[in-house]
């Protein structure tokens, strides 16, 4: 006769995550730039907390499919995308929606958009700084977008920054172009971008000093008073200085980036992370340790 077994018997039961402020506002982040590496998710919603320890959270909401991994298309480089359960747990949060999108099309685009718009300001915007993104100005109605939002260009910026000094404000549009479109195509762009008065500078990120030339020559209209609007820094200089690099040509030429955007800021030293030899925010590890993405991101 075989000897039962007196010991406990372990449960299939396990409990799900009850999420908390911060997991929402995680989500809520992650969902807004439709990708996410562990490293931004820890600094914006978690600054107080080890990096294993966000990483654990994470792999929590993964596993209740709140969350899952993308990858480049080399099988690396890995980042957080929400799931439709992700997006169902924080709707009541967001304005109604034209699209439910989640994935990112371009993963290696959308991560370099997330490094230089949100950048330095990682922990939290000054007050005085609103940043709006793509998927924001595809997913929202206009009624639920600021006023100063350009809402009729051809195509959408990928993203906006806007600074509000009281009597005086800028709106800086975000196009990071890493792959050259037809002359035509740029001719529109520049129009567009000519005729609207809610954007006072257009600020692209390219590949090359020569990209850079080229566009410029295409989006600008010399005989204009508004076509002067552009200027150009390179992806290397991002990739080695982030908000650091100068930008090489336009009316801003000879600025870093961060001076551009936080000499007219309200920010408190607690807002504004401290000047880094490398964006950060490529970092696509997911236990948040330091790796060579930014470096690598050509195969992603």
Same mark, same amino acid.
């Given at each position: 006769?075989?000897? %039962?077994?007196?010991?406990?018997?372990?449960?299939?039961?396990?409990?799900?995550?009850?999420?908390?402020?911060?997991?929402?506002?995680?989500?809520?982040?992650?969902?807004?730039?439709?990708?996410?590496?562990?490293?931004? /998710?820890?600094?914006?919603?978690?600054?107080?907390?080890?990096?294993?320890?966000?990483?654990?959270?994470?792999?929590? !909401?993964?596993?209740?499919?709140?969350?899952?991994?993308?990858?480049?298309?080399?099988?690396?480089?890995?980042?957080?995308? @929400?799931?439709?359960?992700?997006?169902?747990? /924080?709707?009541?949060?967001?304005?109604?929606?034209?699209?439910?999108?989640?994935?990112?099309?371009?993963?290696?685009?959308?991560? /370099?958009?997330?490094?230089?718009?949100?950048?330095?300001?990682?922990?939290?915007?000054?007050?005085?700084?609103?940043?709006?993104?793509?998927?924001?100005?595809?997913?929202?109605?206009?009624?639920?977008?600021?006023?100063?939002?350009?809402?009729?260009?051809?195509?959408?910026?990928?993203? &906006?920054?806007?600074?509000?000094?009281?009597?005086?404000?800028?709106?800086?549009? !975000?196009?990071?172009?890493?792959?050259?479109?037809?002359?035509?195509? &740029?001719?529109? /762009?520049?129009?567009?971008? #000519?005729?609207?008065?809610?954007?006072?500078?257009?600020?692209? @990120?390219?590949?090359?000093?020569? #990209?850079?030339?080229?566009?410029?020559?295409?989006?600008?209209?010399?005989?204009?008073?508004?076509?002067?609007?552009?200027? *150009? *820094?390179?992806?290397?200089? *991002? &990739?080695?200085?982030?908000? %650091? =690099?100068?930008?090489?040509?336009?009316?801003?030429?000879?600025?870093?980036?961060?001076?551009?955007?936080?000499?007219?800021?309200?920010?408190?030293? #607690?807002?504004?992370?401290?000047?880094?030899?490398?964006?950060?925010?490529?970092?696509?590890?997911?236990?948040?340790?330091? =790796?060579?993405?930014?470096?690598?991101?050509?195969?992603?």
């Amino acid at each position: 006769m075989k000897q %039962q077994n007196k010991g406990k018997v372990k449960s299939n039961h396990r409990k799900h995550v009850i999420l908390s402020n911060r997991d929402l506002g995680a989500l809520v982040f992650i969902w807004l730039w439709k990708i996410s590496p562990t490293i931004a /998710i820890a600094k914006r919603h978690f600054p107080e907390t080890k990096i294993n320890t966000v990483y654990n959270r994470l792999l929590k !909401l993964k596993r209740d499919k709140y969350i899952e991994v993308q990858y480049g298309t080399d099988g690396k480089h890995p980042v957080w995308t @929400l799931t439709k359960k992700g997006l169902s747990a /924080i709707k009541e949060y967001l304005p109604p929606l034209k699209e439910e999108v989640l994935r990112s099309g371009n993963k290696r685009h959308d991560l /370099i958009v997330l490094a230089v718009l949100l950048g330095d300001f990682v922990f939290k915007e000054p007050e005085n700084i609103e940043i709006v993104t793509e998927q924001s100005l595809r997913c929202f109605d206009e009624e639920y977008l600021s006023s100063w939002v350009s809402v009729n260009l051809p195509r959408r910026p990928d993203g &906006y920054w806007h600074i509000d000094n009281g009597e005086n404000s800028e709106t800086i549009a !975000l196009e990071v172009e890493l792959n050259r479109k037809k002359s035509s195509d &740029y001719k529109d /762009i520049g129009r567009a971008y #000519m005729c609207t008065t809610k954007v006072h500078r257009v600020l692209w @990120l390219v590949e090359s000093l020569n #990209m850079a030339k080229r566009i410029q020559f295409q989006v600008e209209d010399p005989e204009s008073s508004y076509g002067a609007k552009h200027s *150009f *820094f390179i992806l290397r200089d *991002f &990739y080695e200085k982030g908000w %650091q =690099s100068k930008i090489r040509l336009g009316d801003a030429k000879g600025k870093s980036i961060r001076n551009l955007l936080c000499a007219n800021s309200h920010a408190t030293p #607690m807002q504004i992370s401290e000047p880094s030899t490398k964006p950060l925010l490529l970092e696509t590890g997911l236990t948040g340790v330091k =790796s060579d993405a930014y470096k690598n991101l050509n195969s992603s």
